[in-house]
């Protein structure tokens, strides 16, 4: 185990590095003093828009959108206390991808470009209504993985039912780039459209560390140490709901990070939940920055899809996770 001060201030700095690499690196290399002279207003103007047009909102969108995967990532595997629990698990990411898949399909992501993460939100808290309808007041961490389920794959069979019926290949074409995930091409437009979300959807969720040690021992045990555990699912869900929403909104579905990151960082903590979540919020961040660097310097004919990197990361976790439940049999 690390001392937390220390795990956070190693981790903060990985994250300053991989932000560091990922404006220096890509098909056109800047060094440090081409991206110091940028930025202060002083560079040339192929650094200053490659700089400030490509690789800044790119780098700010990577650092919010795994800040949050990793952060709901841990919430849930500690509230559902559940080590493979994480966005998806609740039907949250495949919700929020629907509403874009909506915002494609039906071409209003044309007609304005706020269409897009709107619809995005919108599905992500529709999922919410959903999962309270169909878990009732039942507090049981089963019940909400069952209906969690449920909408999951009700928004799954949504998405497959609008590129079954795309007009044209086209239009199904930009339905699965979407829903690989990238950050390509974003701009500040899309940082500002995230950035409310992701810090909404974070504050909540970091709001319940406390509450999630309790309700280790049970909902019980956590009620009698004064946790409303109804307000706290609340407020977990509803912070998933938000957060996940407005990421899902501008990088399209990236899956894994929310599984990954509390598997790599619960060895070097206490293990509590609570000791678990800010520490994941900076190693997501840092992980999908570094992913996200990767598709760039990778050499291909078209560019890696953020989506399918992280799935490949995601693989090796499953594995360690099966042989260690194997030794345990």
Same mark, same amino acid.
């Given at each position: 185990?690390?001392?937390?001060?220390?795990?956070?201030?190693?981790l903060a700095g990985l994250t300053l590095v991989? &932000?560091?690499?990922?404006?220096?690196?890509?098909?056109?290399?800047?060094?440090? =003093?081409?991206?110091?002279?940028?930025?202060?207003?002083?560079?040339?103007?192929? +650094?200053?828009?490659?700089?400030?047009?490509?690789?800044l909102p790119r780098t700010l969108l990577a650092?919010?959108?795994?800040? /949050?995967?990793?952060?709901?990532? =841990?919430?849930?595997?500690?509230y559902l206390r559940n080590p493979l629990a994480?966005?998806?698990? %609740?039907?949250?990411?495949?919700?929020?991808?629907?509403?874009?898949?909506?915002?494609?399909?039906?071409?209003?992501?044309? $007609? #304005? *470009?706020?269409?897009?993460? !709107?619809?995005? /939100?919108?599905?992500?808290?529709?999922?919410?209504?959903?999962?309270?309808?169909?878990?009732?007041?039942?507090?049981? *961490?089963?019940?909400?993985?069952?209906?969690?389920? =449920?909408?999951?794959?009700?928004?799954?069979?949504?998405?497959?039912?609008?590129?079954?019926?795309?007009?044209? *290949?086209?239009?199904?074409?930009?339905?699965?780039? @979407? !829903?690989?995930?990238?950050?390509?091409?974003?701009?500040?437009?899309?940082?500002?459209?995230?950035?409310?979300?992701?810090?909404?959807?974070?504050?909540?969720?970091? @709001?319940?560390?406390?509450?999630?040690?309790?309700?280790? %021992?049970?909902?019980?045990?956590?009620?009698?140490?004064?946790?409303?555990?109804?307000? $706290?699912?609340?407020?977990?869900? +509803?912070?998933?709901? /938000?957060?996940?929403?407005? =990421?899902?909104?501008?990088?399209?579905?990236?899956?894994?990070?929310?599984? /990954?990151?509390? #598997?790599?960082?619960?060895?070097?903590?206490?293990?509590?939940?609570?000791?678990?979540?800010?520490?994941? &919020?900076?190693?997501?961040?840092?992980?999908?920055?570094?992913?996200?660097?990767?598709?760039?310097?990778?050499?291909?004919?078209?560019?890696?899809?953020?989506?399918?990197?992280?799935?490949?990361?995601?693989?090796?976790?499953?594995?360690? #996770?099966?042989?260690?439940?194997?030794?345990? @049999?």
């Amino acid at each position: 185990m690390i001392r937390r001060p220390v795990l956070i201030a190693a981790l903060a700095g990985l994250t300053l590095v991989a &932000a560091i690499a990922s404006l220096r690196f890509g098909p056109v290399d800047l060094s440090i =003093a081409r991206l110091v002279a940028a930025a202060t207003g002083h560079g040339d103007r192929i +650094a200053t828009i490659i700089l400030l047009d490509l690789r800044l909102p790119r780098t700010l969108l990577a650092l919010a959108v795994g800040a /949050i995967l990793g952060l709901a990532g =841990a919430a849930l595997q500690g509230y559902l206390r559940n080590p493979l629990a994480e966005p998806s698990v %609740l039907g949250t990411s495949n919700a929020a991808a629907l509403g874009g898949v909506a915002a494609l399909y039906f071409g209003f992501a044309q $007609m #304005h *470009p706020a269409a897009l993460p !709107l619809l995005s /939100i919108g599905g992500a808290l529709l999922s919410l209504a959903l999962l309270f309808a169909l878990a009732g007041r039942s507090e049981s *961490p089963l019940t909400l993985i069952l209906a969690g389920i =449920a909408v999951g794959t009700l928004a799954v069979a949504g998405t497959s039912l609008a590129l079954n019926l795309s007009p044209n *290949p086209f239009a199904a074409m930009e339905i699965m780039t @979407w !829903l690989l995930g990238s950050l390509e091409n974003r701009s500040f437009q899309h940082v500002w459209i995230a950035l409310p979300c992701v810090a909404t959807g974070m504050a909540m969720l970091l @709001w319940n560390g406390r509450a999630l040690d309790a309700l280790t %021992l049970g909902e019980d045990a956590a009620r009698a140490l004064g946790v409303d555990v109804g307000r $706290m699912r609340l407020r977990l869900l +509803a912070g998933t709901a /938000i957060g996940v929403g407005g =990421a899902v909104a501008v990088s399209g579905a990236i899956g894994f990070v929310g599984l /990954i990151v509390p #598997h790599l960082i619960r060895p070097f903590t206490d293990r509590s939940p609570s000791a678990i979540l800010l520490p994941s &919020a900076i190693g997501g961040a840092a992980l999908l920055t570094l992913a996200d660097l990767g598709v760039r310097i990778i050499p291909t004919t078209n560019e890696l899809k953020l989506g399918v990197v992280t799935a490949f990361l995601g693989v090796p976790v499953f594995l360690v #996770h099966l042989m260690r439940e194997k030794r345990l @049999w």
